[in-house]
């Protein structure tokens, strides 16, 4: 769902560039926060089984939230397939969203620790199959739900051609969700259900609020100095308890720099999906959505996790090389800067092929002669222009003024024409220089998620009807002009209609391009009309290709894995072993913080250039990594289960010396009762004497 979601935000709710961006990782941030809540109810309350079941409802529920949000009624909608009430399909959306976050931050920490629970000891080896089955599994379905997920999104669902499935989009998985949960449940008879044996994350929590408590309250008395803040605990909680805290708090400590990698990672679904819409996604045999980009992720991942593991790592220690955890993560984080510097080059090279379209103040213009003959134009400001017969100048002229006049060389014909600021027109020169000369208005922003917009304009003296399969231009008047309407890039035919004629027109279109098709005077129908239509380029077709997105991905994804997959490791190697579900946790939180940054700088910062903003993140991923590196430098590497078990010894020989202290006390007291019982034997023997 994530996949469209941001196209969803831009091109359905409406929302510029930076809310879709801020909402999206808001999302995705609250689904790296409610694990923490998803575990404490799973390991305190629940167990993992009925999280699961009870959460996954409530996610379902978002989904079906999610996808009748995106249905909208005919009779609500306007020309171009939004709908007019925004208000009840953004408070949906936005209820949908926080209920499937709930949802799977919920699940996300149960899944697979309760997988896990299915095997006993002496299956070690069945277990880490299955842990490499589910993560195979989990590339894999995100790889099919960016493939085919944004094809759901690219169907025609409506009366308009421009209405995109996102319902169904949302719909297709909300399905799955209901059916994967009534497959989980049918299982129920097969499943091992441990009982929460309660939450290892609450007494962590409450072991550390009493230890910064009780030393507030001691601050200002003559206590023995404590080797480590946490040793403030220990007049009421375990000892061992507290050393593992303490191993627990080192790890979280090197975990202040990673959201950083966070805040560049998640925008391949939000600023890179953008950034696609505005490139060229023809692959020959194969057209690439712009959110079906982020499939090239997925399929690195399972290329370079074998690849790493099996050639890079042992090449490194063959070399002597000792390419520790910390070192694989600070050059995950270099590679993600460079991932983004990359990125910004592309963003450069879209930037030249952007039309230039007018400011607040200015108003362009473009002539286009509807006569039969040339003529020789006048504009204040310009040479004269020669249009030749049904053709339209190349370019759009900018003024400043509000008003301009306009002359026809070799006549008297002169036309005061009011120009529209911030806007683009076309001004039509009818064959009859003495009638009204019509200004169509034109696009002034590149049409989106990589449509074509074109319009007609007849030029006949009868009325013309245009349709295709795509798009019903209707009934166009003499020398008037029809709407712009959406068109996919590909092959598309047209047919003109006069009467009981036609004729056919076809063209290839690309992506992001806006045309003006001009019917002539001297069309003939029942002829070969492909010459006789004048076509101009408003606005040119996208000419950056998506290919040039690859090595961005490249980068991005060797980064995480250097970055996400070692760290893992490192941070399970470092913590004991009953605590890694507060490191898991601990983890989840950096990506939470992460997508926050983004949130923050998207609406804070307002970077006009995108490509600034791109090197803005690498540069700050690049300062952090510093930072980084010299903290990793100073970390030592432990060993939690040695230093467990020299804990637990040294705690025995404590008890030892205990029993040992208490039996000889014994010893002393039994002594001095049985001397105390010879004296008053011989005191009462005395007394008797």
Avoid at 37 to 45: E, I, K, R, T, Y
Avoid at 380 to 406: C, K, M, W, Y
Avoid at 593 to 606: D, M, P, R, S, W
Wanted: hydrophobic fraction near 45%; charged fraction near 15%; aromatic fraction near 12%.
């Amino acid at each position: 769902m994530r996949a469209v979601l941001v196209l969803y935000f831009k091109y359905f709710l409406r929302w510029d560039d930076d809310m879709a961006t801020s909402i999206y990782h808001t999302f995705v941030a609250l689904c790296y926060l409610t694990p923490i809540l998803g575990a404490v109810v799973a390991d305190s309350w629940l167990g993992k089984f009925k999280t699961i079941i009870y959460l996954s409802i409530v996610y379902a529920i978002g989904q079906v939230a999610m996808a009748v949000s995106a249905i909208h009624d005919i009779t609500d909608t306007d020309r171009d397939g939004t709908p007019n009430n925004m208000t009840f399909h953004v408070a949906l959306s936005m209820v949908g969203l926080f209920l499937i976050a709930l949802g799977t931050g919920g699940i996300k920490p149960c899944v697979a620790a309760f997988g896990g629970d299915q095997f006993s000891d002496n299956q070690e080896k069945q277990r880490r199959t299955f842990f490499s089955v589910f993560y195979l599994c989990i590339n894999g379905g995100s790889l099919l739900s960016t493939i085919i997920t944004p094809i759901l999104r690219a169907q025609d669902c409506g009366i308009y051609t421009q209405q995109k499935c996102y319902s169904l989009a949302f719909g297709v998985p909300a399905v799955l969700m209901v059916v994967a949960l009534l497959v989980f449940i049918v299982g129920s008879g097969m499943y091992y259900k441990a009982e929460p044996q309660g939450n290892i994350m609450l007494d962590v929590c409450k072991c550390i609020g009493f230890a910064i408590r009780n030393r507030y309250k001691h601050r200002s008395k003559q206590y023995p100095k404590r080797q480590h803040w946490m040793d403030w605990a220990d007049e009421k909680y375990d000892k061992l308890l507290i050393a593992q805290i303490k191993m627990v708090l080192k790890v979280l400590f090197l975990y202040i720099p990673l959201p950083m990698f966070w805040t560049l990672f998640d925008q391949k679904g939000s600023r890179w999906t953008l950034q696609a819409t505005t490139m060229d996604g023809n692959f020959g045999l194969l057209v690439i959505q712009p959110d079906q980009m982020q499939t090239v992720n997925p399929i690195l991942i399972l290329t370079l996790v074998p690849i790493m593991d099996s050639v890079i790592y042992p090449l490194f220690s063959k070399c002597g090389l000792n390419f520790t955890p910390l070192k694989r993560m600070t050059v995950g984080m270099l590679m993600a800067a460079i991932a983004f510097v990359c990125a910004a080059v592309v963003e450069i090279q879209i930037d030249k092929t952007l039309p230039i379209f007018p400011s607040a103040s200015q108003s362009q213009l473009k002539l286009l002669n509807m006569g039969s003959n040339p003529v020789t134009v006048n504009l204040p400001g310009n040479d004269p222009l020669v249009l030749s017969a049904a053709q339209a100048s190349d370019q759009f002229f900018t003024f400043e003024e509000e008003r301009i006049l306009v002359s026809i060389v070799s006549t008297s014909v002169t036309k005061d024409i009011f120009l529209a600021k911030g806007q683009r027109q076309t001004l039509l020169i009818p064959s009859n220089l003495t009638a009204e000369w019509l200004q169509a208005d034109d696009l002034i922003s590149k049409p989106e998620q990589g449509n074509n917009e074109i319009r007609f304009i007849n030029g006949m003296k009868t009325a013309v009807n245009i349709s295709t399969p795509a798009a019903d231009f209707g009934l166009i008047e003499p020398f008037y002009y029809s709407n712009f309407s959406q068109i996919k890039n590909g092959k598309a035919t047209f047919t003109i209609r006069s009467g009981s004629q036609s004729c056919e027109y076809s063209r290839e279109f690309g992506f992001g391009s806006s045309y003006t098709f001009f019917i002539p005077s001297t069309l003939v129908f029942g002829t070969n009309c492909q010459e006789s239509i004048t076509v101009t380029e408003n606005i040119k077709p996208n000419s950056v290709h998506m290919a040039l997105q690859i090595p961005q991905y490249f980068f991005i994804t060797a980064g995480e894995v250097m970055f996400s997959v070692t760290g893992l490791e490192f941070s399970y190697s470092q913590a004991p072993s009953n605590m890694k579900a507060v490191l898991q946790a601990g983890w989840l939180f950096t990506v939470a913080i992460g997508n926050f940054i983004v949130l923050i700088v998207a609406e804070l910062a307002k970077i006009p250039q995108r490509w600034a903003e791109f090197v803005l993140f690498a540069s700050l991923l690049v300062a952090v990594c510093i930072i980084f590196s010299i903290m990793a430098h100073f970390y030592t590497y432990i060993d939690p289960t040695e230093i467990e078990a020299q804990f637990k010894t040294k705690v025995n020989e404590d008890d030892e010396d205990d029993k040992s202290q208490l039996r000889k006390t014994e010893v002393e007291m039994v002594k001095k009762d049985s001397i105390k019982c010879n004296d008053e034997d011989d005191a009462a023997k005395q007394t008797k004497m």
